[in-house]
């Protein structure tokens, strides 16, 4: 079966050009005899941006979702991105959908078997990476708790709360004045403000 392929571009500049880049990957593809499906180019985008500032590769993430080809090709990994953390999450994501990947410059090929493992070290390197950021999330809240900061959504106001802040409103205090004189939230008064007009 033809394998489709997907094939993403990016210089950094408006005065290069991802002419060659093309036309290297095109030739790839077809002496592999796979199909070029889809071209994604960012023209003039550094790739220290992240995928939302980068349309085209924003364009891709979600065609390999949706599995609307089976491999993405690079002329190299910094074309797809220079944080290192960016990087690993879209090779998670292909990893996940079973898309494959094809490095240029790296000779990196998912096709093979070999070079098959290199997304399931990805997959270890991700999970680590979730584990992480777990930790630091519960060791950051455990030392909130410790310094006495009450964590989560602030409660709603009692009636008697509820008509100081009209009271303030009603004199023209500003929300977030209001907000802070009662130790309500932005939304809590918005919400007061909303149900008061109702």
Not at 56 to 79: I, N, T, Y
Not at 103 to 124: C, E, I, K, N
Not at 129 to 148: N, S
Request: net charge positive; charged share 25%; aromatic share 6%.
């Amino acid at each position: 079966m033809t394998k489709r392929a997907a094939i993403y571009l990016r210089v950094s500049t408006d005065g290069q050009t991802t002419e060659n880049q093309r036309l290297v990957l095109d030739e790839v593809a077809q002496q592999a005899g796979w199909q070029v499906v889809d071209v994604y180019e960012d023209q003039g985008i550094s790739g220290a941006k992240g995928r939302n500032g980068r349309p085209a590769f924003d364009r891709l993430c979600k065609a390999a979702m949706r599995r609307e080809f089976d491999l993405v090709m690079a002329w190299s990994v910094d074309r797809l991105g220079r944080s290192l953390q960016d990087l690993v999450a879209f090779l998670g994501e292909l990893n996940a959908v079973e898309v494959d990947l094809f490095l240029h410059q790296q000779g990196v090929d998912t096709t093979t078997p070999a070079s098959r493992a290199l997304f399931q070290m990805m997959g270890v390197f991700a999970e680590f990476e979730r584990a992480i950021v777990r930790e630091r999330v519960r060791a950051g809240q455990q030392r909130a708790k410790a310094m006495g900061v009450k964590l989560g959504r602030r409660p709603d106001a009692t009636a008697k709360t509820r008509q100081k802040a009209l009271d303030l409103l009603a004199s023209g205090t500003s929300i977030r004045k209001t907000a802070k004189a009662l130790g309500l939230s932005h939304p809590a008064v918005q919400r007061i403000k909303k149900s008061a007009v109702a």
